[in-house]
């Protein structure tokens, strides 16, 4: 419950959203679809998917041509979100927390440890939300499938569990993108 201060505009809120789906749930169009609805003027799309692989190369070239002419600005941020140079802006878009955390654990570039990696990762979206007028965070469902990991995938998932838990307590708003329908979890407004 934030108010932007110093502004002609006293009552404009600051926003954290979180917006969580599985694949294909919707979740990457709808939180584009909330940075519109804030326009309030230059828009940063932080993008944390590395491409390594053709699906990966074809789905970075997917949510490239979803934001064209949205106005938005990119920024490649695979590691260090909390050391990430943001230029001024009014609206960030942060895709995705479960890419983030796979390049922290996983990358040469990332920390490898797994509470490093969540405490930098939950900071670097408290500085955003600090930085920016409002912020859209998407993260991704994969806790409710019932299937039975390796360790090391298993340690991912509690890390991404711990880190979704974090954000949607600080957020505004939490959504979850079901089939395409945006369904409210919690609103703070």
């Given at each position: 419950m934030s108010v932007l201060a110093g502004t002609p505009d006293e009552k404009e809120r600051l926003m954290l959203v979180l917006v969580i789906g599985g694949s294909g749930s919707g979740k990457s169009e709808y939180a584009e679809q909330r940075c519109m609805e804030f326009s309030r003027g230059k828009k940063l799309y932080i993008a944390a998917m590395q491409p390594s692989d053709e699906e990966s190369i074809v789905r970075v070239a997917r949510h490239r041509e979803m934001r064209n002419g949205r106005g938005?600005?990119?920024?490649?941020?695979?590691?260090?979100?909390e050391?990430?140079?943001?230029?001024?802006c009014d609206t960030v878009l942060l895709e995705c927390l479960s890419n983030l955390l796979a390049n922290e654990m996983f990358s040469p570039a990332g920390r490898q440890d797994a509470a490093q990696a969540v405490s930098a990762i939950t900071e670097g979206v408290k500085r955003?939300?600090?930085l920016a007028c409002h912020v859209v965070v998407?993260?991704?469902?994969?806790f409710s499938?019932?299937?039975i990991y390796t360790p090391e995938t298993e340690v991912y998932r509690q890390c991404l569990a711990k880190i979704n838990r974090e954000i949607a307590e600080i957020a505004d708003e939490v959504v979850e993108a079901v089939h395409g329908i945006p369904v409210r979890l919690k609103e703070n407004f």
């Open positions: 938005f600005d990119t920024l490649e941020c695979y590691t260090h979100l050391e990430a140079v943001i230029p001024p955003l939300a600090k998407v993260t991704n469902q994969v499938d019932g299937v």
